[in-house]
């Protein structure tokens, strides 16, 4: 987001400050990737969850659709996070929403990515028209609030979080054109690029070959990020009736069910702390991926 | 006789005490001129001189220094503020307050039909011709309250055609012999009507002043030429203890004392009905003592304030209900299946009715056997739903459709009178799927859902129905399977199917409105049956009515015509 | 710098065209009818009646007619009639910015100096324990849902402490004071109440901490990246090497010139705050822009649903444009040029 790039209007919800931020900032942090403590920390928590939506049909203590007890249980020895107003078990319910979450998270940001990515890429390649008409775009979609496009969105689509997937990946795309767009344009300007279009590569090949692999390192502390904010989206379209769809054990729709039962607090307690954890995790992450990816960057 | 909601409100909680019925029996026997007694032709069953009974006729009296303002949480469901458009719970409240009707109800004692525009009124002995003689009352601005208002304020209800024009039906003509004097005639009998007048969607309103003020129509062009609904979003126009101050959406409706009230001092100078929208919000305000009067608190939460000295906390019975409706015309997947009457019996079988109970109102419910609810006309005899998984079972086998099938579920995202709709049909999915019906939930918001039912029909739905007025007739006019009622249409498949057609339940609710006493109930019996067999609809939920205050309020009642009479309410 | 700032303002009317249409066309997407918030259940089998609301509201029109007779009220002012409140979009919007506008400013006030206060110190204290706190303290603001937080704070802080007041704008029993801005806070001390304004204040702390801590996060986040790069700037190293003491340095040189990346940022927080207090505005019962949106997209009301987008896309260009033009003033290279 430089001053010169007439099309930079960073967005509020994705910091796509630093990805554009041209990499010559001298950091002195630890070099070994793991040696960075929101790394370690961000790493184990995204591993945790990860190991939870594989393994958890193997060993939760409950199905989590069925009522198994009697309703608005508050937690005890056989249901630590208590029971719903179905009976359900609350943490049984909450292990389960990592697979509602975690894969939509990561389809939302890969749909968007492999989109709004590719978009950017040949746009920042090309430039005049192409450029053009993809950053116009970009600019509109992203001057909507975030919230408010994928509500609509879903509103007209209808619930189910399927739906929210498709808002959602119209939320993110722009954010991919423009990063991809900054990089391209930045690599493009480097020597060696210049050197191979001497020799005679082809545009295809030059973008193949040498551009895109120089901005995996922006993308890749953007998407770290985005992914939480992916999470928190889902969970919030579904906290107002517009995500997933009853019975599935969904974050945010168990907020909402808690809210309905405000005294019984144990409801909307765990997939709130759900939430935090897993967007902290890709949070630490990302930040830490950006400090220790600047380095190397600088060192180059 | 319609579902009464409008718009995507949720959380409606318009009461009935029990006893409505007992003062519709009541009031039908004797409004009939019981055969016994029909000296005259005509009997008068309404008098000024024999109300002393129960409340004051006359509102709570401010006694002088003026009270605190009354502030009354709600969910509000406002769809508008013109008496002749407006349909909802809250709307109740308002137009009760603020526009009178001729006759009302007693909320402490609904059995008794007490004078409010109206000093006296008489039916004839088949009940097609009604005369009211008016008191002299007086609207807000000091003007005189009129046969010609009463006139035309019902004209006006009846031709802008909204959702209670149907109130009006039937009706041939309404005369004014002088300016004191109403007399409605109706073409065909119709011994609702005396308890229809008592909804407050019959208000007068002051002509004169809505036609120079607001240019609002009420001759046949009021249909489509009427513009009048925006002015009354900001002024009224009424008779009533209170006047309109301001109403703000998704903020505060707000009432003033109406200094000229022609009968009594109205007992608060203000009276706020401030949004509050969960049911967990309303009860801490009411705790803190930010609200006096809480009207949507759910009854999961009840032990929280059960015992608190500054509060006084009670339920009731009601008349509201939820229910699922299978359409065997719908377009939608299991709508095919639901042909059969074996599958929607198993279906109806399969449901486990006091886990449901237990679920959505920790069983401050009652079951219900058809759609006309408990302590209506026609109500009492009739056998109540139960679980039965094998019979169930065997019908399924029976119906070729052991393996199950996948029945569409859509259904408005709404939580009503305590009811949590996401939470019930999770329920009712997890009882179908014993049967292996897979059920597909599809909860959306409102307008999606009337556009969906109405233009194809829903396999299997849920929905909510409070009484506009105390008559039974309303139920079958609205669930029966008799050409033209909502219900006929939605189950045959909306626009795109045929309606269904029982051809028992017409002349039943002819017969029903043409008779009195123990002939009424039989025919609204006999009807509560045929809609029973129709195996269209299944009643989950006659829930309970919280009603909590702060201990000094007095008059926090729920009445039988108009949900919360706030002409009652006062400080003790 | 005349042609920069040229540039930058005829893209605003383009890009304005561009939000209305896609909201026009996202709010057309809508498969069902939004008659029935208009005309009530009963009667959407009525033809006549259908078909006169489908007139009086211009449904009968084709959608490219309905578009072009949108961008031509657009053009007066008028946003058309909400189906839901019967009220004119312009006027629900009115009434509605300020109880918004004031979370915002509120929620922007904590959350923006409480970034820029903690990416300071994290700077300054690099990976020292001040540093990790407060980059877990502001990681953990934009990690959680604020829908979450509000009911938490409000479940411990209201139900059960008692240390608040609850959701909602004024005390109980209170009217509103005079309307001269439409901020309670404000309103109230113009009118000579102090004691309201107090109220107000009291009941908007919540919400906006709320509201502020979430984008508490990338305030520090850039604030503490901004002054790392300028603590190894030619200056200040010049300067310490003057033995200039430290926390002068900080002040006079680093924190200045820090700030003009995050100006930026700032400007655009205000814009996704005032846009996306959607959620903290349904948990703290907060009749402002956001519920709004809410209970229009709920009842399928596309005039009010196209009015908030318009709204909110305005409000970010606005902020998009005063920053970009703060920034030109700041940067002599733009200036200059």
């Keep these: 987001m430089t001053i010169q790039d007439p099309h930079a209007i960073p967005t509020p919800g994705a910091d796509v400050v630093v990805a554009t931020r041209t990499p010559n900032r001298s950091r002195r942090s630890s070099l070994a990737m793991f040696r960075n403590p929101g790394i370690a920390f961000g790493t184990a928590i995204t591993l945790i969850w990860l190991v939870i939506m594989i393994t958890v049909h193997w060993w939760a203590p409950y199905d989590p659709y069925e009522s198994v007890g009697s309703r608005l249980q508050s937690p005890n020895g056989q249901h630590w996070f208590g029971t719903d107003a179905l009976g359900r078990d609350v943490f049984t319910r909450v292990l389960y929403g990592s697979r509602q979450s975690l894969p939509i998270a990561v389809l939302v940001i890969a749909s968007a990515l492999l989109i709004g990515g590719t978009l950017g890429a040949l746009a920042g390649y090309f430039g005049k028209f192409a450029d053009t008409a993809v950053m116009r775009l970009a600019d509109v979609t992203m001057a909507f609030p975030p919230i408010l496009l994928a509500m609509a969105v879903a509103a007209a689509l209808g619930p189910g979080l399927r739906n929210g997937f498709f808002a959602m990946v119209i939320v993110w795309w722009p954010i991919y054109a423009r990063l991809l767009r900054a990089q391209v344009m930045a690599v493009k300007q480097r020597e060696h690029i210049e050197a191979a279009v001497t020799v005679g590569a082809t545009r295809g090949r030059i973008l193949r070959r040498h551009v895109l692999p120089l901005s995996f390192t922006g993308v890749m502390v953007n998407a770290t990020m985005d992914l939480g904010q992916v999470v928190l989206l889902t969970a919030s379209l579904s906290f107002l009736g517009l995500g997933a769809v009853p019975p599935a054990p969904e974050w945010g729709a168990m907020i909402t069910e808690g809210a309905k039962n405000f005294y019984q607090w144990w409801i909307a307690v765990a997939p709130g702390l759900a939430i935090a954890t897993v967007v902290l995790g890709f949070n630490f992450l990302g930040d830490g991926l950006r400090d220790v990816l600047d380095v190397r960057s600088a060192q180059r | 006789m319609r579902s009464s909601f409008m718009g995507s409100s949720t959380g409606r909680a318009s009461g009935r005490g029990l006893v409505a019925a007992l003062a519709t029996v009541a009031l039908i026997a004797a409004s009939c001129g019981s055969d016994d007694d029909s000296s005259g032709g005509t009997t008068v069953v309404g008098d000024s001189s024999n109300t002393t009974a129960g409340v004051d006729s006359t509102p709570a009296s401010a006694g002088g220094t003026d009270v605190r303002e009354l502030v009354v949480a709600r969910d509000m469901d406002v769809n508008s503020l013109d008496p002749a458009r407006a349909y909802c719970d809250t709307c109740q409240i308002y137009l009760t307050a603020v526009y009178e009707t001729l006759i009302t109800v007693d909320p402490s004692d609904l059995s008794q039909q007490i004078p409010r525009l109206a000093t006296s009124w008489e039916a004839n002995d088949d009940n097609t011709v009604f005369t009211f003689a008016l008191a002299d009352a007086t609207f807000a601005d000091g003007s005189p309250v009129e046969a010609k208002d009463v006139k035309w304020s019902w004209e006006r209800l009846s031709n802008v055609k909204a959702s209670a024009s149907y109130l009006m039906d039937g009706y041939s003509s309404i005369e004014t012999p002088d300016e004191k004097t109403v007399v409605v005639t109706f073409e065909a009998p119709n011994s609702a009507f005396l308890p229809i007048v008592s909804a407050p969607y019959m208000g007068v309103s002051n002509s004169d002043e809505a036609i120079a003020q607001a240019s609002a129509l009420a001759d046949e062009t009021a249909e489509t030429d009427d513009s009048a609904e925006p002015f009354f979003l900001e002024n009224s126009l009424g008779s009533g203890p209170y006047q309109l101050e301001s109403y703000t959406e998704g903020d505060a409706l707000v009432l003033v004392r109406n200094d000229n009230y022609w009968n009594g001092t109205p007992q608060f100078p203000m009276v706020t009905i401030k949004q509050v929208k969960d049911s967990a919000s309303q009860l801490q305000q009411l705790q803190a003592g930010d609200v006096d009067i809480a009207m949507q608190i759910s009854l999961d939460s009840l032990s929280q304030i059960e015992g608190d000295p500054n509060l006084n906390v009670s339920t009731t019975d009601s008349y509201n209900f939820v229910y699922i409706a299978v359409s065997p015309g719908a377009q939608g997947p299991g709508g095919a299946e639901l042909q059969d009457p074996m599958v929607r019996e198993a279906i109806k079988l399969a449901v486990d009715y006091t886990g449901i109970l237990d679920v959505t109102v920790a069983g401050n419910g009652k079951l219900q056997a058809s759609p006309i609810p408990n302590g209506f006309d026609g109500s009492a005899d009739l056998a109540l739903p139960a679980q039965d998984l094998d019979k169930a079972t065997a019908l399924m086998a029976e119906a070729g459709l052991t393996d199950g099938f996948t029945l569409d579920a859509m259904y408005p995202k709404v939580n009503v009178y305590g009811v949590d709709f996401d939470v019930m049909m999770q329920k009712v999915q997890q009882d179908l799927k014993k049967i292996n019906i897979e059920v597909n939930l599809q909860p959306v918001e409102f307008p999606q859902w009337i556009d969906a039912i109405n233009a194809e029909g829903i396999p299997l739905t849920a929905v909510y129905f409070a009484p506009d007025h105390t008559d039974s007739s309303q139920y079958p006019g609205y669930f029966g399977m008799i050409d033209g009622s909502p219900w006929s249409v939605r189950a045959g498949g909306g626009a795109a199917g045929a309606p269904i057609v029982n051809e028992k339940e017409a002349p039943l609710l002819s017969k029903a409105l043409a008779s009195s006493g123990a002939a009424k109930t039989a025919a609204y019996t006999e009807l509560g049956q045929e809609m029973i067999n129709d195996l269209i609809f299944f009643p989950l939920v006659n829930p309970q009515l919280v009603l909590a205050s702060q201990a000094d309020v007095t008059g926090n009642l729920y009445s039988g015509c108009c949900n919360l009479d706030l002409s009652f309410v006062g400080i003790g | 710098m005349k042609r920069y700032i040229l540039g930058r303002l005829t893209v605003v009317p383009i890009l304005l065209i561009g939000i209305v249409t896609v909201a026009f066309c996202v709010s057309r997407l809508i498969p069902s009818d939004p008659l029935a918030s208009i005309v009530g259940e009963r009667q959407m089998n009525n033809e006549e009646i259908v078909n006169a609301a489908k007139q009086r509201w211009g449904l009968d029109k084709s959608v490219p007619r309905q578009y072009v007779l949108y961008l031509e009220n657009l053009v007066r002012g008028d946003l058309g009639t909400s189906f839901r409140t019967k009220q004119s979009v312009v006027a629900d919007l009115g009434e509605r910015i300020p109880a918004t506008l004031e979370l915002a400013v509120a929620a922007m006030l904590f959350g923006g100096l409480g970034g820029v206060v903690l990416g300071a110190v994290s700077a300054s204290k690099k990976n020292k324990p001040a540093d990790h706190i407060s980059r877990i303290f502001s990681l953990v603001g934009s990690s959680l849902?604020?829908?979450?937080?509000?009911?938490?704070?409000?479940?411990?802080?209201?139900?059960?402490?008692?240390?608040?007041?609850?959701?909602?704008?004024?005390?109980?029993?209170?009217?509103?004071?005079?309307?001269?801005?439409?901020?309670?806070?404000?309103?109230?001390?113009?009118?000579?109440?102090?004691?309201?304004?107090?109220?107000?204040?009291?009941?908007?702390?919540?919400?906006?901490?709320?509201?502020?801590?979430?984008?508490?996060?990338?305030?520090?986040?850039?604030?503490?990246?901004?002054?790392?790069?300028?603590?190894?700037?030619?200056?200040?190293?010049?300067?310490?090497?003057?033995?200039?003491?430290?926390?002068?340095?900080?002040?006079?040189?680093?924190?200045?010139?820090?700030?003009?990346?995050?100006?930026?940022?700032?400007?655009?927080?205000?814009?996704?705050?005032?846009?996306?207090?959607?959620?903290?505005?349904?948990?703290?019962?907060?009749?402002?822009?956001?519920?709004?949106?809410?209970?229009?997209?709920?009842?399928?009301?596309?005039?009010?649903?196209?009015g908030v987008c318009l709204f909110g896309g305005l409000v970010f260009l606005l902020a998009n444009l005063v920053t970009d033009l703060l920034y030109a003033l700041a940067d002599p290279k733009i200036r200059l040029s």
């Design chain 3, 145 to 306: 849902p604020v829908f979450w937080t509000g009911l938490a704070l409000l479940f411990l802080l209201y139900a059960r402490l008692g240390w608040f007041p609850g959701p909602g704008r004024l005390p109980p029993r209170t009217r509103p004071p005079d309307h001269v801005t439409g901020l309670y806070t404000v309103d109230a001390l113009l009118a000579g109440n102090p004691k309201l304004a107090l109220q107000t204040l009291h009941r908007l702390l919540l919400p906006a901490f709320v509201l502020g801590w979430a984008i508490m996060g990338s305030v520090s986040r850039l604030v503490r990246a901004s002054m790392l790069d300028e603590l190894h700037a030619d200056y200040v190293r010049t300067a310490r090497a003057k033995g200039l003491r430290n926390a002068t340095v900080m002040r006079v040189h680093v924190l200045r010139n820090a700030m003009l990346p995050v100006l930026t940022i700032l400007g655009f927080a205000f814009a996704s705050l005032l846009t996306g207090a959607v959620l903290t505005e349904t948990i703290f019962e907060w009749n402002g822009v956001g519920s709004y949106a809410v209970a229009a997209t709920r009842s399928l009301d596309y005039p009010a649903i196209n």
